[in-house]
């Protein structure tokens, strides 16, 4: 077979150097990573005369790995930034959790509470395109491709998750997918299917999810509807944030309602592979990306305004509260998502774009490569009254890979010790790389 893969998001995990010695998955060093998972080259001849061409039979590859857990603790030379596929230590296929973008880790602990053993949570995901399929109709075994929506369309299979390794009923998963991974059996189960108003999510696909170790939650951003829900970790909905009315009112913006008729739906003609304009994502303007819970408030990346917001919580009850503009991200050359969000432990604000979804039926490209940026920003200090943000409001750039200017990100963020002379982890150096 003949696979084609993509790296995009990761976390990683960082603790005390004890944790090392841990039954857990995630052991000091690891990292865990979502990529596409790749397709299978059907290696078949095609019937002389037949309209078909092989990309109309190459499918995603259920055996695939969406997401894994890798080493990054040794890489055996002095680090330098140069590309390091490190070790892979468990993989997560396409045909348990689909195409999943967003990753979390939780602060669980082994059953005996000597250990941490952080639970991993995945997100469905359209980043790397949407394939749907219709019904055999030459008798090959194998169903059509479609380029376009169909009355008897159907996703391909391996675009969402199935189900999970403990086989729990009604685990069958869809692009609202929120799937956890235990941190002491790496066994895989549905955690969530996020919905608004009994509504499944149509296949536009989350964004990014966070946990806030703070108030024992989860928080994931809908990119089809443009809200965030917050869930306990048993997966039940405690509440639903939309920015798009509640965030912009506050800041006396227009308020922009979610709006049911941009919903995708496969069996109309409209939707088209090729096109993710036509993939149903909310409004530009109450999209909502990339999350991290900083200080006891959530803070959120705005697709459209390409803006940081963040928003409250009454300590009492436990609800939103408050929301307001952070900072701007700059739009050179061009706006970009921002996808992930993260903060140092000096309160830096670190920021991961990614570039604008592209798609295309031969599963050949998802992004623009090597334009997106990975931003810093830091707080005034002290706060200047007379600009309008807390943050200093140019930040400071990271450079990320060896080519086009350093700028190679494509959406994923974490923070990770240094490492000495001999290729190896240093504890003593927080946060380094």
């Not at 330098?80 to 596929?85: C, K, L, M, S, Y």
């Not at 604000?349 to 798609?359: D, F, H, K, V, Y």
Request: net charge negative.
């Amino acid at each position: 077979m003949k696979l084609l893969n993509r790296l995009v998001l990761t976390t990683l995990l960082v603790s005390t150097p004890a944790f090392a010695q841990d039954p857990s998955i995630m052991s000091l060093g690891n990292m865990a990573i979502t990529k596409f998972s790749g397709v299978l080259d059907p290696m078949l001849p095609l019937p002389e005369g037949s309209p078909l061409q092989m990309l109309d039979e190459t499918f995603i590859n259920l055996d695939g790995i969406s997401a894994q857990i890798n080493s990054v603790a040794h890489p055996g030379y002095v680090w330098d930034a140069r590309i390091w596929p490190g070790q892979s230590l468990h993989d997560y296929k396409a045909r348990d959790v689909g195409q999943v973008f967003g990753v979390a880790l939780d602060d669980a602990r082994t059953p005996d509470d000597k250990h941490l053993a952080p639970n991993i949570y995945l997100t469905a995901t359209s980043a790397y395109g949407l394939q749907i399929v219709a019904p055999d109709s030459d008798g090959d075994g194998r169903p059509q491709r479609l380029h376009k929506g169909d009355k008897a369309a159907s996703w391909m299979t391996g675009q969402w998750g199935t189900g999970d390794t403990k086989g729990q009923p009604g685990s069958k998963g869809g692009p609202g997918s929120i799937w956890k991974v235990d941190g002491v059996t790496g066994e895989v189960s549905l955690f969530a299917n996020v919905q608004l108003a009994n509504q499944d999510n149509a296949g536009a696909g989350l964004g990014n999810i966070t946990y806030a170790p703070e108030v024992k939650q989860l928080f994931v951003s809908d990119l089809s509807t443009g809200m965030i829900h917050r869930f306990d970790m048993t997966g039940k909905e405690l509440e639903i944030f939309d920015h798009g009315v509640t965030g912009r009112t506050a800041a006396k913006l227009p308020a922009v309602k979610y709006d049911p008729s941009l919903r995708l739906t496969i069996t109309k003609s409209d939707f088209n592979v090729d096109d993710p304009e036509s993939y149903g994502f909310a409004d530009e303007a109450r999209r909502v990306y990339g999350l991290a819970f900083h200080e006891g408030r959530l803070f959120y990346a705005v697709v459209g305004d390409s803006q940081i917001w963040s928003v409250g919580f009454d300590k009492i009850t436990g609800k939103f509260t408050d929301p307001r503009w952070e900072v701007d991200v700059p739009k050179t050359p061009a706006k970009r998502p921002v996808t992930k969000i993260t903060f140092s432990h000096l309160g830096a604000m670190i920021l991961a774009q990614r570039n604008t979804l592209e798609s295309s039926y031969d599963y050949a490209r998802f992004a623009t490569p090597e334009k997106a940026r990975v931003y810093r920003y830091w707080l005034e200090n002290p706060d200047d009254p007379k600009t309008p943000s807390r943050w200093i409001a140019q930040p400071e750039e990271y450079a990320i890979g060896f080519n086009d200017n350093n700028r190679a990100t494509s959406g994923g963020l974490t923070l990770n010790y240094g490492y000495d002379q001999f290729g190896h982890m240093d504890y003593g150096q927080c946060e380094a790389t």
